[in-house]
């Protein structure tokens, strides 16, 4: 079972690229969490949403609860932006994607 | 320093050999929880806790126990570890999970390896 999805796996993109990593999930949530974990090991979490859009810098989330599905951008991408971006939903537990490895090419 | 601290970061023990990770946060958040990360796998919660002496099973309890005291710690103990109990750990806190506004603090990590 797979609470929750995310696309695509891996992606490569050219530094100043538009990225877009998708998230859905098919439990009842009271939030979505996109999360980065850097190649250290490390994960910060970098938005929690339960509607409509939040932006932090050049990073942009988006969630649509009714088709239990959100999105997150990367705007002007930048090699530090190279991390695997990870999608959780929270009620009162909590339910990882496997995660979307990102390298971002100088 | 708004922080979630682990110990020890890395471990290599043996099977049988009961260990503990100790897990502390200085917020005084309410909710605190453990997680593995397996490639292939991602994260999964092992047990969470919603306050002080109460705490609940997450996807992947077997094996595991923890324990909540105090507000501040949230130890995970492994009585008989296993090697398929290797993997990464990471304990985490926030206030709240249903609140909208608060987002999850993690800690640095703790590397196990059960030989």
């Known amino acids: 079972k797979n609470e929750v999805e995310q696309s695509p796996q891996n992606l490569t993109a050219q530094e100043g690229e538009f990225i877009t990593i998708n998230c859905s999930y098919s439990v009842g949530i009271s939030a979505l969490h996109w999360l980065q974990q850097h190649p250290g090991g490390g994960i910060v979490s970098l938005f929690m949403l339960s509607s409509g859009k939040k932006k932090h810098g050049r990073l942009i989330a988006t969630i649509n609860i009714q088709e239990k599905h959100s999105s997150l951008h990367i705007t002007a991408s930048h090699p530090r932006d190279s991390a695997v971006y990870i999608c959780a939903v929270s009620g009162n537990q909590f339910y990882f994607g496997t995660g979307t490895s990102l390298t971002v090419i100088p | 320093e708004a922080q979630v601290t682990q110990n020890p970061r890395y471990l290599i023990t043996v099977t049988g050999k009961k260990l503990t990770v100790t897990c502390s946060q200085n917020?005084?958040?309410?909710?605190m929880s453990w997680y593995r990360q397996d490639p292939g796998l991602g994260l999964r919660q092992i047990y969470y806790?919603?306050?002080?002496?109460?705490?609940d099973k997450g996807d992947v309890p077997e094996g595991y126990k923890v324990s909540r005291k105090e507000k501040r710690n949230f130890p995970l103990i492994l009585e008989s570890p296993s090697p398929n109990q290797t993997s990464l750990y990471f304990c985490a806190s926030t206030q709240g999970p249903l609140r909208p506004t608060d987002t999850q603090y993690f800690g640095p990590g703790t590397r196990l390896t059960v030989l």
């Open positions: 806790s919603m306050n002080v002496e109460v705490t």
């Open positions: 917020m005084n958040h309410e909710y």
